[in-house]
């Protein structure tokens, strides 16, 4: 089993950034790939940003492309620095791991989850 724990969500200002960290622990993580999604209220859950096979940072382009970025410090851990936030980021978000080879925005395609963070930004 792996357990992630998020954690740097809250409330901010539109126009201001929050950066998020997960952290993982519980087994091996060399063959497994983490990202973020996030589900805002009465919404899917949808995918927000993880890594390729290569290490580049996957986003979706639509919505957070150019403003979120993904990180790592380590193997164990994965970042999301959120800058110009807007009302419709606002969510809870999810850290979530999936291992190599599977489809990387494939909700379906992640097995492992994290409780999820808030993030509310106010107008």
């Known amino acids: 089993q792996m357990q992630l724990v998020e954690s740097g969500g809250g409330l901010v200002q539109a126009g201001g950034s929050l950066r998020l960290s997960c952290a993982a622990s519980?087994?091996?993580?060399?063959?497994?790939?983490m990202g973020w999604f996030r589900r805002a209220p009465g919404k899917e859950r949808e995918f927000v940003a993880t890594f390729t096979w290569s290490g580049n940072g996957l986003y979706d382009a639509d919505s957070v492309k150019g403003r979120f970025t993904i990180s790592r410090d380590d193997a164990n851990s994965v970042n999301l620095q959120m800058n110009s936030l807007k009302p419709e980021d606002t969510a809870v978000y999810y850290c979530?791991?999936?291992?190599?080879?599977?489809?990387?925005?494939?909700?379906?395609?992640?097995?492992?989850w994290g409780q999820g963070t808030q993030v509310t930004v106010s107008s």
């Open positions: 519980g087994r091996t993580f060399s063959n497994y790939i």
């Open positions: 979530a791991a999936r291992q190599r080879g599977t489809q990387a925005m494939d909700v379906r395609s992640y097995i492992y």
